[in-house]
């Protein structure tokens, strides 16, 4: 039994304390979970949780409790049994009644049996040398973090008898959870909670109603509590100690500190949070409490745990509130028998903020909101929640914001922030910067423009927030109050944005952003590109179609390199390593996972694709299977070795064809006919610059709205030549109007999706102009011979040779550009734009 708990003296004083003790409580989850199913085995999950959950929390307080000298020292390392720990933590309760220990409300805690051995060990675990860390100076901060990682997971009963620690569902959806960092925390408060305290006495800052509705861990609603407490303290000093005896004590070294009635009145009166997550709430309870303990001595503790019938902490129930914030009682409209249904209505949870917040609401609701609200999306979230996703869509949601395929659970909780703020109320959140621009975005777009309710954006572009997790965000700042201007500042760089360097600060009238994608830029390249706009209606969708590529949904069966190939035959690897061999007359060039497109180039063919499709009068008409056995019998042969994984697949087929005999279709119909006979341009969608490549040859490729390509081709109707489109393409300041739109990606890659690039403003020919008609012929001259070089360059071995033309390539790609300017009319200074 000594080895249930490895020892990890060595570790621990080779790795972070966050890191150690995140270890830690995870093996005592997994342990305590183990032997609380092993003596109750008619433990519930939820009840398994938090079973757990409440003990690791109150065996935490009471050891930072002994390292603050609140508690005597080693108290917990004397403990023998379960039964000495629970009358030590019932004395507890009286001496503190914060809730942590609250016996009344969680009689459950006090029926079960832990293994003594098994809780030994782990008090050992607690103290030197075991443990090298003082929790004395653990910041509350920190352990948040720390636990916001550990509620990243719960134990999950298997076979009623054992334990497996998995991840919720909502964080798989979410693609794992990462705490906001503190410098993010800090930024938010400075724009919403500073402005809302400066200038005020404590009496008016009592009525001061802050709240994270999304408060997780609750990082956002500690250091909103220590501005505060800083803020009062400051403010007491200034006015004259000697003023507020009662608020403010002097310690021995000559610091004044705030006393812990008045920092209990601060907390219940400014903070509040709700979280959907029961363990999350009873986190952000434990940290505010440890807080309010922060340079509280034991005699002050003594002496109000026996002057006072409600112990010396508050109890946070009211303020702390577990519950789901976006769906209230008109839910039960939606599902009329969740409110009859336990099992339901425990899931949905519904939060009533009316009655839960009823002072607040009746007031007109919170001056401040703030927080990191989770980033699911709705596609997402049915996995886990389908009834929610229906509800939000329903006619009984209050929430605008979701009537649009695609929306983010953030956008939700952007619009409920909105709804519980008062007439002056701000709200600060750091969420995805992907709404200004996607489709999904409109409606959140026109509720905050439409309203003039923006106030700052703080725009990371690509710079990363949450370390290793992938995410483009910004700080969104809301005011409720219509705003005449609000303001953008564009961070290039995360160091020096938090050093206050090279700071690039833009202000907007509020009327400059409506529903419309949000395009913020330097004020000189926004004033260009509206000349280019308005000099050049016509856009690039009305002169050419814009398409996505063919999707089968089963690539690794349809699409391969080939091995070898003759007129007749192409060998391949199959999935398992076999050869393969199928007619080629089945098959179609096709690029996959092609990274080197070389702009203004002859695309080449990287692979194959099994195309079973005729077109016949721009009409895609499948093979029949007839069809297939007797015209391609090594096609068929190979494709039926994998009818059951093609059969898995979703296929669009009409009612009169049966999935079972026309399972080697694909699985969408969608430009089927667009790779027959005219030529084309196919650029990459996530690239880095303009990437546009040249096809005569009825290249395929695969793709939906997200790429990974697109392509287009002129519209028989018009005259311009697809050389000269695809020269506009490249050019530089065209290429920045797709930047200024495209979404941003890893590694500062920029989306050039359809969406993006189909206003572009296109310099139309006016072929009765001699001088246009002579521009029009130069550039595809140019273009053409560009084309020719780029082969060359390909087959070039020799490095010398190789300059040569790459400078001849430059010369030409020059001239090209120098014609376009002049035919946009661009000067020398509105060139040098497309850097900026």
């Known amino acids: 039994m000594k080895k249930i708990i490895p020892s990890i003296k060595e570790s621990a004083r080779k790795i972070p304390f966050d890191e150690y003790f995140l270890n830690q409580i995870e093996k005592w989850r997994l342990i305590l979970s183990e032997d609380l199913i092993l003596n109750s085995p008619s433990l519930l999950q939820e009840e398994l949780n938090y079973l757990v959950q409440k003990l690791i929390n109150r065996i935490i307080f009471l050891r930072i409790c002994e390292d603050r000298n609140l508690e005597k020292y080693e108290n917990l390392k004397n403990i023998v049994s379960y039964s000495e720990l629970k009358k030590l933590f019932l004395k507890a309760d009286i001496k503190y009644n914060s809730g942590i220990f609250d016996f009344i409300d969680d009689e459950f805690s006090l029926k079960f049996v832990i293994n003594d051995e098994i809780l030994v ?14 929790f004395s100076v653990v910041d509350a901060r920190i352990l948040g973090e720390i636990y916001e990682m550990f509620l990243a997971k719960e134990a999950h009963i298997v076979n009623k008898s054992s334990i497996e620690i998995v991840e919720k569902p909502e964080v798989i959806e979410s693609r794992g959870i990462v705490p906001t960092p503190k410098y993010i925390v800090d930024a938010i408060i400075e724009r919403t909670v500073k402005p809302k305290c400066e200038g005020k006495n404590p009496i008016e800052l009592s009525q001061l109603k802050i709240a994270d509705i999304s408060c997780g861990s609750g990082s956002f609603l500690l250091a909103t509590y220590e501005y505060l407490l800083n803020y009062y303290l400051e403010w007491y000093i200034q006015d ?3 003023k507020h005896t009662n608020e403010l004590f002097e310690h021995t070294t000559g610091t004044f500190y705030l006393r812990l009635e008045e920092k209990c009145k601060i907390l219940l009166n400014n903070i509040f949070g709700v979280d959907i997550d029961s363990q999350a709430v009873e986190v952000t309870k434990f940290g505010l409490l440890l807080k309010t303990l922060e340079n509280v001595n034991s005699s002050v503790v003594a002496t109000l745990s026996t002057r006072s019938r409600t112990g010396v902490l508050p109890k946070l129930s009211k303020n702390i509130i577990c519950g789901n914030s976006l769906v209230d009682s008109n839910y039960f409209y939606f599902e009329p028998k969740a409110k009859v249904q336990e099992n339901i209505y425990y899931r949905v949870n519904p939060f009533d903020w009316n009655n839960e917040f009823k002072d607040v609401i009746e007031k007109g609701g919170f001056d401040v909101i703030i927080g990191n609200p989770p980033y699911v999306r709705i596609q997402n979230i049915v996995k886990y929640s389908p009834k929610e996703v229906e509800y939000y869509k329903s006619k009984y949601s209050p929430f605008v914001t979701a009537n649009k395929d695609n929306i983010d659970k953030y956008y939700l909780f952007i619009e409920r922030a909105k709804y519980l703020l008062n007439s002056e109320g701000i709200l600060g959140y750091i969420v995805p910067h992907k709404f200004f621009k996607i489709k999904s975005g409109q409606e959140l777009r026109r509720l905050i423009s439409s309203n003039k309710n923006l106030s700052e954006i703080v725009h990371f572009g690509v710079e990363q927030v949450f370390g290793t997790k992938t995410t483009y965000t910004c700080i969104l700042v809301l005011q409720s109050k219509e705003l005449d201007e609000f303001k953008v500042n564009f961070v290039s760089n995360i160091d020096d944005w938090r050093n206050g360097k090279n700071v690039q600060i833009e ?3 509020s009327n400059y952003i409506n529903e419309t994608p949000w395009i913020f830029l330097h004020p000189k390249l926004d004033k260009l590109f509206k000349r280019i706009n308005s000099e050049n209606p016509v856009k690039l969708e009305d002169i050419t179609e814009i398409f996505v590529g063919v999707q ?8 391969f390199k080939p091995v070898s190939e003759d007129n007749y035959f192409v060998r391949f690897l199959d999935s398992s390593g076999s050869i393969q061999e199928i007619e080629k007359s089945i098959l179609r060039p ?14 080449k063919p990287n692979s194959y694709i099994i195309y079973p499709y005729k077109i016949i009068d721009n009409k895609a008409i499948p093979y029949s299977h007839e069809e297939m056995m007797s015209l391609f019998p090594k096609c068929w042969d190979y494709l039926s070795n994998y009818k059951q994984d093609l059969l898995s697949r979703s296929i669009n087929l009409p009612a009169s064809k049966s999935k079972e005999d026309w399972f080697y279709l694909f699985g969408r119909s969608q430009s089927l006919t667009k790779f027959n006979e005219n030529p084309k341009i196919i650029w990459p969608t996530l690239s880095l610059k303009p990437r546009y490549a040249y096809d005569e040859n009825n290249i ?6 997200n790429g990974p390509y697109y392509a287009l081709q002129p519209k028989n109707e018009t005259k311009e030549s697809i050389f000269y489109i695809q020269a506009i393409l490249c050019h530089p300041i065209i290429e920045s109007i797709v930047q200024s739109r495209g979404s941003p990606f890893k590694s500062g890659y920029i989306s050039h999706g359809k969406q993006f690039i189909k206003k572009l403003p296109f310099r139309t020919i006016y072929f009765e102009n001699s001088s246009d008609v002579e521009a029009h012929n130069r550039i595809v001259e140019l273009v053409t011979h560009l084309i020719e070089l780029n082969e060359k360059l390909l087959v070039t071995n020799v490095p010398s040779k190789k300059e040569i033309l790459h400078r001849q390539c430059k010369e030409i790609k020059n001239e090209i550009d120098y014609i376009i300017n002049s035919l946009y009319k661009f000067d020398a200074d509105e060139i040098k734009l497309s850097n900026l």
């Open 240 to 242: 004259g100690v000697e």
């Open 121 to 134: 060990n782990i008090f050992k675990e607690l103290y030197y040398p075991n443990s090298p860390y003082s």
């Open 552 to 559: 089968t949904s089963k690539d690794k069966i349809y699409i």
């Open 700 to 705: 395929v490729f695969t793709g939906g709205g």
């Open 507 to 509: 202000k907007y009238k």
């Open 590 to 603: 096709c690029i996959y996972d092609e990274e080197k497109i070389v702009p203004l180039s002859r695309i």
